[in-house]
């Protein structure tokens, strides 16, 4: 793919989602996590690759719905509300994360749903 994942928000007037940024194919997830918001909502794209052991070099495409404690609950709730409605412009997506803090998007986290879904 042309991107390591893509991060989108919606614009201030709650009415539409757009592009916020993207990572290349160089970025980690490493630099993903280092690139959420800490106090707002987001919705975000990432290809994921992994070993699965015996079966050799995977990739998923993982879509998060980062709605962090700390954000306003009604920012929370519109994001929450529109996620199905965004989630179908999409194509390709195969797993859904969502996060409130930082624990629930860790790599073994993300890595465990991947593992259990690859069968």
Same mark, same amino acid.
């Given at each position: 793919?042309?991107? /390591?994942?893509? !991060?989108?928000?919606?614009?201030?007037? /709650? +009415?539409? =989602?757009?592009?916020?940024?993207? *990572?290349?194919?160089?970025?980690?997830?490493? &630099? !993903?996590?280092?690139?959420? @918001?800490?106090?707002? @909502? /987001?919705?975000? =794209? !990432? +290809?994921?690759?992994?070993?699965? *052991?015996?079966? *050799?070099? /995977?990739?998923?495409?993982?879509?998060?719905?980062?709605? @962090?404690?700390?954000? #306003? =609950? #009604? &920012?929370?709730?519109?994001?929450?509300?529109?996620?199905?409605? !965004?989630? #179908?412009?999409?194509?390709?997506?195969?797993?859904?994360?969502? *996060?409130?803090?930082?624990?629930? =998007?860790?790599?073994?986290?993300?890595?465990?749903?991947? +593992?259990?879904?690859?069968?």
């Amino acid at each position: 793919g042309k991107y /390591r994942y893509i !991060f989108y928000k919606l614009t201030d007037d /709650r +009415n539409e =989602v757009v592009i916020e940024k993207k *990572g290349d194919p160089s970025k980690t997830y490493k &630099d !993903f996590l280092a690139e959420l @918001p800490e106090h707002e @909502p /987001r919705y975000a =794209v !990432f +290809n994921f690759e992994y070993d699965a *052991g015996s079966d *050799g070099k /995977r990739s998923k495409v993982i879509f998060f719905l980062w709605a @962090p404690d700390s954000s #306003k =609950v #009604k &920012d929370k709730m519109i994001y929450a509300g529109t996620k199905d409605a !965004f989630k #179908k412009s999409l194509e390709g997506l195969q797993i859904e994360i969502q *996060g409130t803090d930082k624990s629930e =998007v860790d790599y073994d986290e993300v890595l465990n749903k991947c +593992n259990k879904i690859s069968k």
